[in-house]
């Protein structure tokens, strides 16, 4: 089946520190992979996406390239803020208007 | 920006009652969907729908909830009898054909007491 595994968190950062959250798929077939973002009390916001091998999606300063080698879709932001405090989750959604699947989510805290 | 709406944003309930959260999807958009967080978990999916049926539902979707899209923009989730771990962040969600991306609406919190 399908399926997302990032890394556990929380990751607690110093302002301006570089930010890597990791995150795998499985997936059948050929899989779109995203990264949203739920700051505290609100929704959930599409930061980047990519839809095939080798796509780097991103947005924000946020970057994360689909490896299908290594079946990964690593974020990373090479100077973090305060204001990127936040739950990141990774997602795939296999084409067809199937569903998304999410990973767990990494809570993210930078303090300044 | 096109948005999906959803209402209202915080539903209280009481053990038993009924809900029924709203949600206006994207105007252009073909496939719906509803997906719960409980609070500090994971986002589960629920369920799709697709020309005016369900296409594809999670095991948590059992015989209390039921999905209507009863005109051409709204779509509902019904939880018929409300059971204290209901209580959870509902996000609906749209998307088209045309791109394999989905947009949430900010979600409705629904609080069982």
């Known amino acids: 089946g399908n399926s997302v595994t990032q890394m556990e968190g929380p990751v607690t950062l110093s302002e301006e520190a570089f930010l890597t959250i990791n995150c795998t798929y499985t997936?059948?077939?050929?899989?779109?992979l995203f990264w949203y973002v739920q700051y505290p009390g609100e929704g959930l916001q599409l930061l980047l996406k990519?839809?095939?091998?080798?796509d780097k999606g991103s947005n924000k300063g946020f970057e994360a390239t689909y490896r299908k080698e290594t079946t990964s879709f690593h974020l990373e932001k090479g100077s973090v803020q305060v204001s990127d405090s936040a739950v990141y989750f990774c997602?795939?959604?296999?084409?067809?208007?199937?569903?998304?699947?999410f990973g767990a989510g990494t809570r993210l805290f930078v303090k300044a | 920006e096109p948005e999906v709406t959803q209402t209202p944003s915080h539903q209280v309930t009481q053990m038993g009652q009924e809900v029924i959260l709203r949600c206006v999807p994207i105007?252009?958009?073909?496939?719906f969907y509803w997906y719960r967080q409980i609070l500090g978990q994971k986002v589960e999916f629920l369920v799709s729908?697709?020309?005016?049926?369900?296409?594809?539902k999670s095991e948590i979707f059992d015989d209390q909830f039921s999905v209507e899209r009863p005109d051409g923009s709204n779509f509902t989730l019904k939880i018929r009898s409300t059971k204290l771990e209901d209580s959870a962040m509902y996000f609906c969600?749209?998307?088209?054909?045309?791109?394999?991306?989905?947009?949430f609406g900010a979600g409705t919190r629904l609080s069982v007491l």
């Open positions: 997602a795939l959604s296999v084409t067809g208007g199937f569903k998304t699947i």
């Open positions: 969600a749209s998307l088209t054909a045309a791109k394999n991306i989905q947009y």
């Open positions: 990519a839809t095939k091998a080798d």
């Open positions: 997936a059948t077939g050929y899989p779109s």
């Open positions: 105007s252009n958009h073909l496939y």
């Open positions: 729908f697709y020309n005016n049926e369900i296409s594809e």
